[in-house]
């Protein structure tokens, strides 16, 4: 069974960093797509930053230029590092990983909380 914990997130104030974890229990190859949403109070759930098994990364445009997606294969250990961070990126974030077993599953951390505020 293959367990998603992510950490890192807390409180910043406006133009501050945070480097978010989220630690695999399993391989991260065993994954084709890796992702981190983000759900804000009242707001739908937006992915934010995708990862793919060979690496290529895609960002939604609210946080291009600002947050990075990378993974350590070795470490089985997914990061997004977010700097310059707005109060509009409050949110609680979550990682999700798509296998790329037949069939297909997908697993989801609890998420960790991120405020941004002054």
């Known amino acids: 069974q293959v367990h998603l914990v992510e950490s890192g997130g807390g409180l910043v104030q406006p133009g501050g960093s945070l480097r978010l974890s989220c630690a695999s229990s399993g391989s991260v190859g065993s994954f084709l797509i890796i992702d981190w949403y983000r759900r804000a109070p009242g707001k739908q759930r937006e992915s934010v930053a995708t990862?793919?098994?060979?690496?290529?990364?895609r960002y939604a445009d609210s946080v291009k230029g600002r947050l990075t997606i990378s993974k350590d294969n070795d470490k089985n250990t997914v990061y997004l590092q977010m700097n310059s961070l707005k109060p509009e990126d409050t949110a609680v974030y979550y990682c999700?990983?798509?296998?790329?077993?037949?069939?297909?599953?997908?697993?989801w951390g609890q998420g960790t909380q991120v405020t941004v505020s002054s």
């Open positions: 990862i793919t098994r060979g690496g290529d990364t």
């Open positions: 999700h990983g798509t296998t790329l077993t037949f069939p297909p599953s997908d697993y």
